[in-house]
C-alpha cells in the first residue's frame, strides 16, 4: 500500500470516527436503545444528529398522574414539532425539590417553571437564559399571547428571562338562582339585600325539603383571601393585596375600612348566617358542604361553581347559580385582581435553545395549547361547535384517569396560554359570564412583583397574623377595636414595618411617579 494510500485510508477513518460521536441533545447525552426497550421519563430515546434525528427537551412538570412514556399527547407533540420532547413528571409539592437536586447536579431541565422569587435567585446566579432574541426569532406564538405582560414582574428590567404564567381565575360571588326562585327573591347587589337574602337562605327552607339544613354563605378561612374578596370589596378593600395607606404601602389590614367590614361579617357570623365553623372546617369539607346543598353563596372562582363542579354536585335536579357583585357605600364594589407571578423559562445550561424555543411556541400556539388540553381531535374528543367551545369526549377517554393516563392535560398547565387559552374556551357561556364580570371589577390595589427581602426571611408570618385577625376578630366576644390595634401592632414589630419601608421602594421602582 502507498503512502498516499495510507493517508487517505487515515483520514477517512478519522472522518468515520468523528460522525459516529455527534450527538445532539439539549440535555444529558443519551444511547439508542435496542428494540423493546423502554426509556424513563427525562431520559433521550434516541441518539440525535444533525442529519438523522431530531434533538431531545427535557421539560419538568408537577402532576399527580404520569402517562406511558408511549402517551398519545407524547409521540403527538413529537410528530408535530420534529422535536423529541422528553417531560419528566414529580409528584404534587416535589418540584421545587426536584429542581434544586438537578440545579445542584448541573443536570437540569431544558424548560421548567418557577415563581418571581425563584426567578430572581435563578437570575442572579445565571440558571436561566435571556429569551428576547429567541423570542423574537422563533417565539411569534408566545409573544402575540403574552406580549403585555412581557414588562412586568421578572421582566421588568429589560430583560425577558421568563414567560408569564397564567394569573388563576379570580373570585366572584356566586348565588343558588334555584333558591331564589324558590322564595321569591332578587339577585342581591348590595350588603342590605344580601344579608337578607343569607338570612332567607338559612332560616326560610329556600330548597323546600322541610328541614333545617341549610347556611346562607359558604366561607373558609383556608381560602384566603378569596372566600371573603367580594364583601370585603364592597367596602372598597382589596382584602389580601397590599394598599396603600398614609404614602406607604402596607397591608389590606390597615384599610381604614377594615373594621367596617369586620363588623359586617360579625353580624352575619352571629346570626348563623355563613358557615359557624368558617376558622377551622378543611378546604375539602368546605366544598363538599356546597356539592350537598347546604350552602346558598360561596365567593370562589367561576370556573368551579358553575362549570367544572356540576358533576358534583349531588342534589337532582341540580342546583343553579349566577353572579353578582356586592356593593357598598357610594356603589363601590368589586373583587381582587389576579396576577400573574409565575414563569416558565429555558435553562442557560440548555444546548439547544432555539428548539427549546420552537417547542415552547408550538405548545403556546392555539393548536398546541388545544392538543395538550383536549389531546387529539377524532381520537380523545370531538367536536359539536367549536365556535361555541361545545365538545364531547370520546370513549374512553370521557373518563378523566383514562383521558390523562394518555397524556391529555397534564401537561398544560407548564404551557397554557395567559388568556385566550383552550380551558377559557370550552367554558359554558355562564361561566365565561362569571369572568367577565370579574374582570369588570377589580379592586385598584398597591400589588408589587418584586418580593421584599424581609418577605424571603420571614416566609408566611405576617400573613399567618392577618389570617389569625381575621377568624378572632369575627368570633371574639371582647373589644374589637382594642383587639385590631393588638394584631396591627403585631404585625408590625414582627416584621411589617420592615416590609412596609421594602414594598414602598420596590412600588415605586415598579410604578414610577406615583408616590411622588
Request: proline share 5%; with cysteine; glycine share 8%.
Amino acid at each position: 500500500m502507498t503512502m498516499k494510500k495510507r493517508t487517505i485510508n487515515v483520514l477517512v477513518l478519522i472522518f468515520i470516527l468523528c460522525l459516529s460521536l455527534i450527538v445532539t441533545s439539549c440535555s444529558a447525552t443519551t444511547t439508542s436503545k435496542k428494540e423493546g426497550e423502554t426509556t424513563k421519563a427525562g431520559e433521550s430515546n434516541a441518539v440525535a444528529t444533525e442529519n438523522k434525528e431530531p434533538v431531545t427537551i427535557v421539560t419538568l412538570h408537577s402532576e399527580g398522574t404520569v402517562p406511558a412514556e408511549n402517551a398519545s399527547i407524547i409521540l403527538e407533540v413529537r410528530e408535530r414539532t420534529g422535536i423529541n420532547w422528553s417531560p419528566i413528571l414529580v409528584g404534587p409539592g416535589e418540584l421545587e425539590n426536584k429542581l434544586n437536586t438537578m440545579i445542584a447536579s448541573g443536570n437540569l431541565p431544558d424548560i421548567f417553571s418557577f415563581d418571581q422569587t425563584k426567578g430572581e435567585l435563578y437570575v442572579e446566579n445565571g440558571v436561566l437564559l435571556e429569551l428576547d432574541d429567541l423570542l423574537e426569532k422563533y417565539g411569534q406564538e408566545v409573544l402575540k399571547n403574552v406580549k403585555d405582560y412581557l414588562g412586568q414582574g421578572l421582566n421588568a428590567g429589560g430583560v425577558t428571562w421568563g414567560i408569564p404564567a397564567p394569573a388563576g381565575y379570580p373570585s366572584v360571588l356566586a348565588i343558588r338562582t334555584d333558591w331564589l326562585k324558590n322564595l321569591n327573591l332578587e339577585m342581591p347587589t348590595d350588603l342590605d339585600s344580601f344579608y337578607n337574602v343569607m338570612k332567607a337562605f338559612t332560616y326560610d327552607d329556600p330548597d323546600q325539603d322541610g328541614k333545617d339544613d341549610t347556611i346562607g354563605l359558604a366561607n373558609c378561612i383556608k381560602y384566603y383571601p378569596s372566600m371573603y374578596s367580594n364583601l370585603f370589596g364592597a367596602f372598597g378593600i382589596p382584602i389580601g393585596r397590599p394598599v396603600i395607606v398614609d404614602g406607604k404601602v402596607t397591608t389590606s389590614m390597615k384599610h381604614p375600612n377594615y373594621l367596617k367590614a369586620i363588623e359586617y361579617f360579625r353580624k352575619l357570623y352571629n346570626e348563623g348566617l355563613m358557615e359557624p365553623d368558617f376558622a377551622t372546617i378543611p378546604n375539602m369539607s368546605c366544598l363538599e358542604k356546597l356539592w350537598n346543598g347546604t350552602y346558598g353563596a360561596i365567593d370562589f372562582a367561576p370556573t368551579g361553581t358553575t362549570n367544572n363542579w356540576i358533576g358534583r354536585y349531588t342534589e337532582d335536579p341540580k342546583p343553579t347559580f349566577d353572579f353578582t357583585i356586592i356593593k357598598g357605600e357610594d356603589g363601590v364594589g368589586g373583587t381582587i385582581r389576579t396576577y400573574s407571578t409565575g414563569y416558565k423559562g429555558i435553562a442557560k445550561s440548555c444546548k439547544h435553545p432555539e428548539e427549546a424555543m420552537k417547542l415552547l411556541n408550538y405548545l403556546s400556539s392555539v393548536e398546541g395549547d388545544e392538543l395538550l388540553y383536549l389531546g387529539v381531535e377524532g381520537k380523545h374528543f370531538k367536536w359539536v361547535d367549536k365556535e361555541e367551545g361545545k365538545l364531547e369526549y370520546l370513549p374512553p377517554y370521557d373518563v378523566s384517569a383514562t383521558h390523562r393516563a394518555d397524556g391529555a392535560f397534564i401537561f398544560w398547565p407548564l404551557f397554557s396560554r395567559v388568556d385566550d387559552n383552550t380551558e377559557i374556551r370550552t367554558l359554558n357561556s355562564l361561566t365565561r359570564k362569571g369572568l367577565e364580570l370579574c374582570r369588570q371589577n377589580f379592586l385598584e390595589d398597591a400589588f408589587i412583583f418584586g418580593v421584599p427581602q424581609i418577605a424571603k426571611e420571614l416566609g408566611s408570618t405576617l400573613t399567618d397574623i392577618e389570617i389569625e385577625a381575621l377568624a378572632n376578630l369575627i368570633v371574639t366576644t371582647g373589644d374589637v377595636k382594642a383587639e385590631y390595634e393588638s394584631y396591627i401592632q403585631r404585625w408590625m414589630a414582627e416584621g411589617g414595618e420592615v416590609w412596609e419601608q421594602q414594598a414602598t421602594e420596590i412600588y415605586k421602582k415598579e410604578n414610577p411617579g406615583k408616590l411622588d
